[in-house]
């Protein structure tokens, strides 16, 4: 994983763990210097936290004494609604359901033994002829970690690829396609 605004001895980061909260703060500046430089590959290096090109919001689970017990990964859909001249080199929103394909593997999780299907709720429906909608769990072989995987690629009630109003019209990002991955301890 990489974080933005690393690798500076006068960055802003700052971590703290208490008892009761957990605060982080990124230093951003060198992507708005590669930004205003107009440097695409130091834009795609600085933008954001990335795990294997997906932008991802990033959470850690602490218990009261501090200690890490959880780490949550989750496909940030929101970096394609910047309004950056430059963009940055990371996969789109629609890809975002594959990162659990490569998310899988790294945790020892196979499809076939340690995933359910899960079926539409009420009003879901497919995207094109392609509608995903996974749940996998899986205790890592020492049975120290417990691996969480979630993976959807799929319509939500009243999101629709036209527009009702006017048949002709296609619809932009009416979909949820995303990717969570929550890695924690396991109890013993």
Same mark, same amino acid.
């Given at each position: 994983?990489?974080?933005?605004?690393?690798?500076? *001895?006068? =960055?802003?980061?700052?971590?703290? $763990?208490? +008892? +009761?909260?957990?605060?982080?703060?990124?230093?951003? #500046?060198?992507?708005?210097?590669?930004?205003?430089?107009?440097?695409?590959?130091?834009? @795609?290096?600085?933008?954001?936290?990335? #795990?294997?090109?997906?932008?991802?919001?990033?959470? *850690?689970?602490?218990?009261?004494?501090?200690?890490?017990?959880?780490?949550?990964?989750? !496909?940030?859909?929101?970096?394609?609604?910047?309004?950056?001249?430059?963009?940055? $080199?990371?996969?789109?929103?629609?890809?975002?359901?594959?990162?659990?394909?490569?998310?899988?593997?790294?945790? #020892?999780?196979?499809?076939?033994?340690?995933?359910?299907?899960?079926?539409?709720?009420?009003?879901? =429906?497919?995207?094109?002829?392609?509608?995903?909608?996974?749940?996998? #769990?899986? %205790?890592?072989?020492?049975? @120290?970690?417990?691996?969480?995987?979630?993976?959807?690629?799929?319509?939500?009630?009243?999101?629709?690829?036209? $527009?009702?109003?006017?048949? !002709?019209?296609? +619809?932009?990002?009416?979909?949820?396609?995303? *990717?969570? %991955?929550?890695?924690? %301890?396991?109890?013993?």
């Amino acid at each position: 994983m990489r974080a933005a605004g690393r690798s500076r *001895a006068d =960055s802003t980061r700052s971590i703290s $763990n208490t +008892t +009761t909260s957990s605060n982080i703060s990124l230093d951003d #500046e060198l992507e708005y210097i590669a930004r205003a430089r107009d440097l695409e590959r130091e834009i @795609t290096r600085w933008f954001g936290t990335t #795990e294997a090109g997906f932008p991802i919001i990033t959470s *850690a689970l602490f218990d009261a004494n501090g200690v890490l017990k959880g780490i949550r990964l989750v !496909t940030d859909s929101r970096p394609e609604h910047r309004n950056d001249i430059t963009e940055a $080199n990371v996969r789109k929103r629609a890809d975002a359901y594959m990162f659990g394909g490569i998310m899988a593997p790294r945790y #020892e999780i196979d499809p076939s033994r340690d995933c359910s299907t899960l079926p539409p709720a009420e009003g879901e =429906s497919q995207v094109g002829d392609i509608f995903i909608k996974q749940a996998c #769990e899986r %205790v890592s072989a020492t049975g @120290t970690r417990k691996v969480f995987l979630r993976v959807n690629f799929f319509r939500k009630p009243g999101q629709s690829g036209v $527009n009702p109003q006017l048949p !002709t019209q296609l +619809t932009e990002g009416q979909f949820d396609s995303s *990717a969570r %991955v929550e890695i924690f %301890v396991a109890d013993k």
